[in-house]
């Protein structure tokens, strides 16, 4: 990895005239605080030399400006919500944080768009959609504590993917600060273009290595006004995954399914203090459906109680505010069972997801480590998270590495990715060498090198050029 010059004096006077001195950090503090993000091992915790707080467009190309001119590595953060060392400074140098540029600028409902600075909150922004009767469609589950311009730097999926798509199938453009400072706006309100590269969307799940994101303009779509949250319980996991090619084969469109294991379940429900059916044995399938007719929401209501009960559900029932919770909190719940884990994101063709589960997590029976299986089942996207039981530590690495190792070659076989939605970061940036067609691989390196010369915008992630 390349080696960059050290954050000095001189470095740290330029930047408080370029942001004000308040919004130039260098406390132990606070430096400490940006050390990592949602990562808990302190193996890839890396410090800053200095955190800055810029509050508009020009301070962050100023920023962009001072580092390259002394060749200081700069680390882009939004809410800091990132599994996959993201928002980790692995170079040192210069982090840089949105949060200040958290204003909605504009919001026309008669033309259905929103043109929103990087800082704001993801939940802001689907509340005040709502308030005028539309919807913005990006749903992380990390939406309540997530910003935009973080989700727009990961493309990031969530919830209501597999009917809306992802955070890019909702963008109508971007602002964009470049690696070497520049300004510019990449796309345009427009329902189709065909004017050159599409740019915007290169920008979109380049984790903050090609550009930093400062504002977008976001479609909104009128808001169905009719819908049913339904939960299938079934205490044979294979006939829970095998409920979702069953779902999308039978035209239902939903907006979510969601799949837990019974490890998740049960995690899940410990930490929020409820207990929901077959809590001791049953997976659990969530279905959304939305629609904006009555008669047709009860026509798929019924549908879908039959697709269950014939795909052998030992429950079906109505998914409420407490379910939800539960999905909710599932990270957050195997936390509780081990302060060691790891989460992968993996994605596959979406009719191969039940056959995709089942084969990895026969494999995962080899190991010492405990699994629980999360998956957005609609769209093909599938979490594994790995929690570190009674093991030593050696074993703990070794044994990751091999489930790894066997988890990426199933999934690039069958035509899948190693991520579907939290990015590669630093955590993955070997594998991805590894996996990735290298034709593909030298591409991106490519594109990098060109907008990045020297290689000082969020270095460690995704690819390593050198």
Not at 412 to 433: A, N, P, Q, W
């Amino acid at each position: 990895m390349k080696k960059y010059n050290p954050v000095t004096e001189e470095v740290i006077e330029e930047l408080r005239a370029a942001l004000g001195a308040e919004y130039v950090r260098v406390d132990a503090g606070t430096l400490d605080r940006y050390k990592t993000d949602e990562e808990p091992d302190p193996h890839y915790h890396h410090l800053p030399e200095v955190v800055v707080l810029p509050g508009s467009t020009e301070e962050v190309a100023a920023v962009m400006k001072i580092a390259n001119k002394y060749l200081v590595p700069v680390t882009p953060r939004g809410g800091g919500t990132s599994v996959s060392c993201g928002a980790v400074p692995v170079c040192g140098g210069i982090v840089l944080l949105i949060e200040r540029m958290n204003k909605i600028i504009e919001l026309d409902a008669d033309a259905m768009y929103m043109t929103v600075q990087a800082g704001v909150l993801t939940k802001e922004i689907q509340m005040r959609a709502n308030e005028v009767g539309l919807l913005y469609a990006g749903d992380p589950c990390s939406a309540e504590s997530c910003l935009i311009g973080g989700n727009l730097a990961t493309n990031a999926g969530g919830n209501k993917a597999v009917r809306y798509g992802t955070t890019r199938h909702q963008v109508y453009s971007l602002e964009v600060v470049t690696p070497t400072g520049e300004i510019t706006t990449l796309g345009g309100r427009l329902k189709k273009c065909s004017t050159g590269y599409c740019l915007e969307q290169l920008m979109m799940g380049s984790e903050g290595t090609l550009g930093i994101i400062t504002g977008a303009t976001l479609k909104l779509l009128p808001l169905c006004p009719y819908r049913v949250d339904i939960f299938a319980v079934f205490t044979d996991v294979n006939k829970a995954v095998n409920l979702v090619p069953m779902l999308i084969k039978a035209g239902l469109n939903p907006t979510s399914v969601e799949f837990m294991d019974n490890a998740f379940v049960r995690a899940a429900c410990d930490y929020s203090d409820i207990r929901l059916p077959h809590y001791e044995d049953g997976s659990y399938v969530i279905v959304t459906v939305e629609t904006y007719n009555e008669d047709e929401l009860d026509s798929k209501m019924e549908k879908l109680d039959e697709i269950c009960n014939e795909a052998g559900a030992d429950y079906v029932g109505e998914a409420d505010e407490r379910v939800w919770t539960v999905r909710r909190n599932c990270l957050e719940g195997s936390k509780a069972l081990s302060k060691v884990s790891t989460s992968d994101d993996l994605v596959v063709p979406q009719n191969l997801i039940a056959t995709t589960i089942s084969a990895l997590c026969e494999e995962a029976k080899k190991f010492h480590f405990k699994v629980c299986t999360l998956a957005h089942a609609g769209d093909g996207n599938l979490h594994f998270n790995m929690l570190k039981m009674d093991m030593s530590d050696e074993l703990w690495e070794k044994e990751v590495k091999e489930f790894h190792a066997i988890c990426y070659k199933y999934i690039y076989s069958v035509g899948g990715r190693m991520s579907g939605e939290h990015g590669i970061g630093f955590k993955h940036v070997y594998d991805l060498e590894k996996y990735c067609d290298p034709v593909e691989l030298q591409i991106m390196k490519s594109i990098k090198k060109a907008l990045d010369p020297n290689l000082i915008l969020n270095p460690g992630k995704l690819i390593d050029v050198e």
